[in-house]
């Protein structure tokens, strides 16, 4: 499986997490509030895209702001 930094609009930051295999869905994975130290770069959000894509669906993670 790869990644690739996209960008949302111009404005959002974005990661596309691509499987091996045929896509057979996409999952939009949004983090906790900043505030309370969410973003899409935190170890867990990382581990729901890479198991996402383990079962063959595009993860799409990506920051509010």
Request: charged share 30%; net charge positive; hydrophobic share 45%.
């Amino acid at each position: 499986m790869r990644e690739e930094a996209r960008r949302i609009d111009e404005r959002l930051e974005a990661t596309l997490r691509i499987p091996d295999v045929e896509p057979t869905a996409i999952v939009v994975i949004a983090h906790a509030l900043p505030t309370h130290g969410g973003t899409m770069r935190t170890p867990i959000m990382a581990a729901i895209a890479r198991a996402c894509a383990e079962r063959g669906w595009y993860a799409l993670r990506f920051n509010f702001r």
